[in-house]
């Protein structure tokens, strides 16, 4: 079975631009969750998506945003880029909510705003 | 504000001897407790969690410990391996709020 793939792999943006990122889940799993990695931070919780509607939502500004497809499958997008939106963003899913003890990571992308 | 807080960003233990990794929180609502265990270049894999009512859980060897009187948590990886080097971080969920908190990670080197 074919694990969480997220596209691209990296990315390097400039202030100002909009970025989409794309993540597919495991075959049959039906939530999608995004994270933010700095290392100041650490993990961060941006949203979930569960059955194309957003489930819930981390402390982000609305710069970020999200959506998720029939199929599952997920996208994250910011607009107007900063400088601290640089991170490795980490998509993560399992096969309903609240498994959160059974989600699957991808290998993230790795943003990097100039 | 960091709900979850992991103090110590590496750690150096000898290979075969017991690696210890702390976490801080300040809800004393969190409902439920994971370590998520991270190589680099991947996503971080599940390792093991702890539910509020308890006060320890083991697999293998890896134990979780929780006290929560002092709101801390430990992971205890008994022998250390030399494939234990990673970063670990731990994070707490808030069921009702369906929300969690992950600690910004602790670096173990497991050294042969």
């Known amino acids: 079975k074919a694990g969480v793939t997220q596209t691209p792999r990296y990315l390097i943006k400039t202030r100002g631009q909009q970025v989409t990122l794309s993540c597919s889940p495991i075959?049959?799993?039906?939530?999608v969750s995004w994270y933010q990695q700095t290392p100041g931070q650490g993990l961060q919780f941006l949203f979930e998506?569960?059955?194309?509607?957003?489930?819930n939502k981390g402390n982000f500004p609305g710069r970020f945003s999200g959506r998720q497809f029939s199929n599952s499958r997920s996208e994250m997008n910011v607009s107007t880029l900063e400088l601290g939106d640089s991170a490795l963003y980490l998509c993560?899913?399992?096969?309903?909510?609240?498994?959160?003890?059974?989600?699957?990571f991808g290998p993230g992308t790795r943003l990097t705003v100039l | 504000d960091q709900q979850v807080k992991q103090n110590s960003p590496s750690l150096s233990v000898q290979e075969g001897r017991i690696s210890i990794l702390n976490c801080d929180y300040t809800?004393?609502?969190?409902?439920?407790f994971l370590w998520y265990k991270k190589y680099p270049a991947e996503g971080p894999t599940f390792l093991i969690s702890?539910?509020?009512?308890?006060d320890k859980n083991e697999d293998g060897r890896f134990t979780v410990f929780l006290n929560k009187s002092a709101k801390h948590l430990s992971l205890h990886i008994v022998p250390s391996q030399p494939g234990d080097s990673a970063v670990y971080f731990c994070?707490?969920?808030?069921?009702?709020?369906?929300?969690?908190?992950f600690g910004s990670g602790t670096k173990l080197n497991v050294k042969p």
């Open positions: 998506y569960f059955s194309e509607t957003q489930r």
């Open positions: 702890i539910s509020s009512i308890k």
């Open positions: 994070a707490a969920i808030l069921y009702n709020f369906n929300k969690f908190y």
């Open positions: 075959s049959g799993h039906r939530s």
């Open positions: 809800n004393s609502m969190f409902d439920y």
């Open positions: 993560a899913s399992s096969l309903d909510r609240g498994l959160l003890n059974e989600q699957f």
